[in-house]
Structure formats: C-alpha cells, structure tokens
C-alpha cells in the first residue's frame, strides 16, 4: 500500500505535465491500461493511445493551470481524490474562466491507472464557442 504522500506525489507531478500542455510528459505518469473519464462530458477512454489523442487535440484547443486544493485518500486504496481549482483559456485568447472540480485517482506504482475527472463542463460554455488560435 503506498503512502498518501506518494499519492499526491505522483499527482501533482502529473498536474504539472497537463499545465506545460505536455503530451508525452503527460502519458508518462499514466499506464498503459489506463481508464480516464470525464463523466460529465461522457467521455470514456481506454488505454494510452486514445488518451494521447485526447490530449493532442486538448493542448491544441486549450491551455489550462490546475492548482490541488485539497485531497483526500480512499480508506484501503492505492487512491485519492484530488480537489482542484483550473484556470483555462484558449491559446492566444485574453478570455480566462475559472472552474473547479475533482479527479478520482488510482494509482500504480508511479503511474495513475485510473483517472475519473468531475466538473461542471457548463462553464467552459463561452471557451467553446471560441475558434482555436494555435498552430
């Protein structure tokens, strides 16, 4: 059983890949199996390859800085929930909104395997009308 410590280690570590819009960097502290969910946005995906997608097209489209909150551990789990606040944009764009959400976090060895991501998608409403600026 690992350390709530080492949890939140690997997690924030993980969160300051999204913030440097790092795909590889990103992958790296997932596993190959991994689960990743957006539950409010119906989002379910399996393994590294469809999340490599994701995330090329949402580095693409946004740039986003997380800050954890605060976290709790789930009793008897290599797991935590990570309570954030995000700050995200699109590139090239002044408008910022600020939302706040949580990941569920299961993690293995040094990776997460599983990740279910809860936020009210409804915010980001003005960003998504936005056409993307980046290259």
């Not at 993980?14 to 991994?34: C, I, K």
């Not at 995906?45 to 469809?50: C, H, I, M, V």
């Not at 290599?78 to 700050?87: F, G, S, Y």
Request: proline share 1%; hydrophobic share 35%; with cysteine.
């Amino acid at each position: 059983m690992a350390t709530t410590e080492h949890l939140l280690d690997v997690v924030e570590r993980l969160t300051r890949r999204w913030d440097e819009r790092d795909t590889e960097g990103t992958l790296a502290y997932y596993t190959d199996d991994v689960d990743y969910q957006e539950v409010g946005a119906g989002r379910s995906l399996q393994g590294k390859d469809a999340l490599r997608e994701y995330l090329a097209n949402y580095f693409a489209a946004f740039d986003s800085r997380w800050v954890i909150t605060s976290h709790d551990r789930l009793e008897g789990k290599d797991a935590i929930i990570a309570n954030w606040n995000m700050e995200v944009w699109r590139p090239g764009s002044d408008q910022r909104i600020m939302t706040r959400g949580m990941d569920i976090l299961t993690v293995r060895g040094d990776q997460v395997c599983s990740d279910i991501v809860h936020f009210d998608r409804m915010q980001l409403q003005p960003l998504m009308q936005q056409r993307t600026t980046a290259a």
